[in-house]
């Protein structure tokens, strides 16, 4: 069976067709998109071909920033584009909403060299994004397809498809924010809390020597043998000790992990990654070991999350999976607490992190 490549995996066509980003294109679109794969051979598949609204926004503002001599326009306000990044544009105006536009992942040469062929136009010269495709016949912007939707508009015949996306880690987004529902809150520990902040803790506890390395330690649950000893730990790092774990103790307690990397903290990423529902809860997912699948997991978040993406997860990789909306100043080795809690945190001009999902961030790209 041949497997095409998504934001996350290889995934077979049925995977694919029967999901919701491929089923709300308009039926033209699926069946160009559908043949231009098979056509490859495995070497395209889909990022994202439907985008709903929500998404748009969380992709316009993790791109822009409010700036009075800005260019772009919305919401009242004027913006500008973080440094390095690609434009998204605002809610309302973007031919992914309509089901008139797909992400391509892939061989992009190959893309270039047979889009015409399924009547499908690339924007390599545009926007300087050969994976974004629309058809050769329409206009390229909304606005001017709307004064004259020679294909009508949504809901097309047949749209909807499947709840989960081919672009969802692990092909489901079990435990994370559907799109349209609640962002995905940050993960912030509090005495008595059970869930995913509690796990992550724990694991960062038990990477510390904190915390046995045993089943009876990751219970999941912030008890208050926990708290005592997350307190002393801020009490010794000379954080505000309050036995809350927020931005200024998950720099304390957190390391950077760089690809080769093994050992108690690469498994405090892996069990991050698993919570947030971007790998799956096996095994062979918490081994410790940061090897390439995982290297491959953080590439994708990193690249859509607007970050470098050098699968090394520092200070900004580690802020945008936690959800904080500031920066989580994380110590280069295991023995390092860190300074004063005036040092741990400052301000990132680069995130507005409130405003972003972290499951849809692996579900949308941004440019158009």
Known sequence: MTLYPTYSKRVSMSRITSSKTFGGLHPKMRDRIQRLMEASGGKVGLGQGLRDPKQQLQLFLSRHYVDPNGKYSYD????SRHQGVAAAVPPGRSMHEIGLAADLVGDMGWVRDNAARFDLQTFEHVNNEPWHVQPTELPRGRSSYQR??????????GAGGADASPSTPGGSASGGAAAGGALTPALRARPGDTGPAATV???ALIARELLADADASRDGSYDQADRQIVEDFQRSGNLVVDGIVGPQTWGALLTEVLPGDTGPHVRVLQVTLIVRGMIRDTAGNRDGVYGSATQDVIRQFQTLAALRPDREVGP???TALIGEKKRIQVSSGPDVLGGSADDEVDEDEEFDLDDIDILAVMEGRAGE
Not at 148 to 157: L, R, T
């Open 201 to 203: 803790m724990i694991e």
């Open 316 to 318: 900004k990789t580690w």
């Open 76 to 79: 009242g306000k004027k913006w």
């Open 148 to 157: 004259d939707p020679e294909w009508g508009m949504p809901p097309w015949d």
